[in-house]
């Protein structure tokens, strides 16, 4: 695969400072600094070295700010690496998110990088915080990359420049959220010889299978939207105009595909259900890479609420301990996976396993039929007449992504003793399109409590949030979980078996099959990975529509899920059509 694509790569303008680079300085900031009121202080001392040099084999100069111990023994370094604008500088942060997740501002210094560790958190545990500006962002020279091979040289020769600082012990890390996460997976697939371990906190894998075109559907809004606020003084990749010129797969969209056999270090991988993003890509990490010193987690939370933890922060210092400071903590008897599932209405729980079971042969599975009466039941069942069952739903109803759609076809099963749904699910619908040669069908799960009522999670404590009842968390997917979904474009539903397993097909994404106006077709809607607890008399709700259901991650973003369906779907049950969902239980 080529690794270097820029003399094929559309490209655009970075969101251009004005003002001058500033030259490399070091300051000593003492015991109780603080960047500004309010915001959290050092309690260590600590060596702050700002926009120090460091250049890749092709001579592009990279900069950085080191947060390291003012003392002189070595200490080992985690990277944050990152396009956002290092140690605070960019425009992205939890300011911009509704209730700031939760998070105080005190709890921030504000010289962490968005969606990385906080250096007054980490520098007096004995680490050295590396914020970088990847190439093309910020102050470092070059053009911004978004991922693939590119960035992991591009990683791998910086990792090697940190090692050899005389500061540094030699064992470098690489940790964040987000892409901090997913430039990981590249850069560790290049074996940077002075990496010892790496914490991907979330972060997606396959960026035209879940991002530009989940379920073959596109959707540009939110990259183009992140394209649009990444500083830098060149250009960068203009992913969003790739993706109009070719969106089938081809040598640029695989090399943006990460490939898993090829990390050998350690790997602290955290998952949740919470993101829009990063769920699949994250347990799909886990699943394939080879070795056994990987570890999964999954949390409750949402993603920066839980970085800036107090949980997690020990959790990670537990595992950087043992692999960047040889201390014997025990941490390799940590199971291998902890998968947290959700109680909406009950209290979460979380479970620690070997691993996923649904991975393994004979796991449990609970295949649920969707009738005419829209429930769903563990058999089929019969009718009078052999021809099938028509329902239907307004498929071209608009959305603002805030759970009160209309156009949405629910089936209905309720549980007669508490089970857990975990894992990926799968539904099989029988379809056919009013108006159109082709049709886009999305589907979620939802819990609805004894009582009939359909049951949102909240991310995060209400007393964190500063509100007082639910009614008052705005609806946005960082504060709120719906329930897992999974979508598909008709004439895109061609698998790539090379990459598909037993639990989890994966689209080709190299061809278009149309659906004759009116004509039936089955499709298999895979759902990404939940973890949510049903007790008895609780139920749990298959929602059918032309539309997204999920919530968007910011309120201005409502809306921007553009619907492309024409006129009513018609889901044909019974008649022989087999229309079922099949969920994987523990």
């Not at 050998?264 to 080879?290: C, D, K, M, Q, W």
């Amino acid at each position: 695969m080529a690794s270097d694509f820029r003399t094929t790569i559309l490209m655009t303008d970075t969101c251009r400072p004005t003002w001058p680079i500033d030259p490399p300085t070091s300051t000593l900031l003492p015991v109780g600094h603080v960047k500004e009121a309010g915001r959290r202080a050092f309690s260590a001392a600590t060596h702050f070295e700002h926009n120090h040099i460091f250049t890749l084999r092709d001579g592009v100069k990279l900069r950085a700010d080191i947060f390291r111990p003012a003392k002189d023994a070595p200490v080992p370094a985690i990277v944050m690496w990152s396009p956002y604008g290092k140690s605070g500088s960019g425009k992205l942060g939890l300011d911009g998110a509704a209730l700031r997740v939760g998070v105080p501002r005190a709890k921030q210094s504000g010289y962490e990088s968005f969606e990385g560790l906080d250096p007054a958190e980490w520098v007096p545990r004995g680490y050295a915080i590396v914020n970088v500006d990847a190439r093309g962002a910020g102050d470092s020279e070059g053009d911004l990359r978004w991922w693939g091979s590119g960035e992991g040289k591009d990683g791998h020769d910086f990792i090697e420049e940190i090692a050899i600082q005389p500061w540094c012990s030699g064992r470098v890390a690489l940790a964040g959220n987000s892409w901090l996460a997913m430039s990981q997976w590249f850069i560790a697939a290049e074996h940077p010889p002075h990496l010892a371990a790496i914490a991907p906190l979330e972060g997606a894998a396959d960026f035209l299978r879940e991002t530009f075109a989940r379920g073959g559907i596109p959707a540009v809004a939110f990259s183009k939207m992140i394209q649009s606020i990444l500083p830098g003084r060149q250009r960068q990749e203009d992913t969003a105009a790739m993706f109009v010129q070719d969106p089938n797969r081809n040598a640029y969209w695989d090399d943006k595909r990460a490939d898993f056999s090829k990390i050998g270090v350690p790997a602290y991988i955290l998952g949740s259900y919470s993101t829009n993003l990063h769920t699949v890509g994250a347990f799909r990490a886990f699943e394939e890479i080879a070795h056994d010193k990987k570890w999964f987690t999954t949390h409750t939370a949402q993603e920066w609420y839980d970085l800036y933890s107090e949980e997690r922060t020990e959790d990670l210092c537990r595992f950087f301990d043992f692999y960047l400071k040889d201390i014997q903590n025990g941490w390799e008897q940590t199971p291998p996976v902890r998968l947290s599932v959700l109680g909406y209405n009950l209290p979460h729980e979380t479970l620690s396993l070997t691993q996923f079971p649904w991975t393994t042969p004979g796991s449990k599975t609970l295949k649920l039929h969707l009738n005419p009466d829209q429930t769903m039941t563990t058999t089929t069942q019969s009718q009078q007449s052999d021809e099938p069952i028509i329902l239907s739903y307004q498929a071209d109803t608009p959305t603002m992504n805030r759970d009160d759609a209309d156009g949405e076809l629910l089936f209905k099963y309720t549980f007669a003793e508490k089970t857990i749904v975990a894992g990926p699910s799968k539904a099989v619908l029988t379809l056919s399109a009013e108006k159109q040669d082709d049709l886009d069908v999305y589907v979620m799960l939802r819990k609805m409590d004894a009582q009939g009522r359909i049951l949102q999670n909240i991310n995060q404590p209400l007393s964190d949030l500063e509100v007082n009842s639910a009614d008052e968390v705005p609806s946005v997917s960082v504060l709120k979980y719906l329930g897992p979904e999974g979508m598909l474009r008709a004439s895109r539903r061609a698998l790539a078996q090379e990459l598909s397993k037993p639990w989890w097909d994966t689209l080709s994404h190299t061809r278009d099959e149309p659906v004759p106006r009116g004509d039936t077709i089955e499709l298999e809607i895979f759902l990404w990975p939940t973890g949510m607890i049903f007790e008895s008399g609780e139920s749990i709700i298959m929602k059918v529509a032309g539309h997204d259901m999920r919530l968007v991650d910011f309120e201005h973003l409502q809306g921007s899920f553009q619907v492309s369906n024409e006129g009513k779907h018609f889901v044909h049950v019974g008649g022989g059509n087999n229309n079922f969902v099949e969920l994987n239980l523990l």
